[in-house]
Nanobody, 122 residues
Framework: QVQLVESGGGLVQPGGSLRLSCVAS????????MDWYRQAPGKQRELVAT???????NYADSVKGRFTISRDNAKNTVYLQMNSLKPEDTAVYYC????????????????WGQGTQVTVSS
């Protein structure tokens, strides 16, 4: 029905930058909130940043001032610009979207991407 595909992860040195992208496709009616989560080994998945349909944003305290979330509604895409990366940012990053389906406009569903690995290490 709806697929989310992330890209842009990789290995970067401390202080470096990466830009993650997540494209939504399928039988989409409308996309509401789009979020980035991350999960480090042995830890619970945590919310990193969120952007609403009206492009209001919110961030976890640990990434404020370093990460920027944005979205392109015409492309059904959400981005996460990550600057000043630290080793503790190492995790698998997942995007999530809250959508209505083209065939079911009254109900909202959440979909997850498969994740992209971000490793910050010297």
């Amino acid at each position: 029905q709806v697929q989310l595909v992330e890209s842009g992860g990789g290995l970067v040195q401390p202080g470096g930058s990466l830009r993650l992208s997540c494209v939504a496709s399928g039988s989409i009616g409308s996309i509401y909130g789009m979020d980035w989560y991350r999960q480090a080994p042995g830890k619970q998945r945590e919310l990193v940043a969120t952007v609403t349909k009206s492009t209001s944003t919110n961030y976890a305290d640990s990434v404020k001032g370093r990460f920027t979330i944005s979205r392109d509604n015409a492309k059904n895409t959400v981005y996460l610009q990550m600057n000043s990366l630290k080793p503790e940012d190492t995790a698998v990053y997942y995007c999530r979207a809250i959508v209505t389906l083209a065939t079911q406009p009254l109900y909202k569903y959440q979909y997850w991407g498969q994740g992209t690995q971000v490793t910050v290490s010297s």
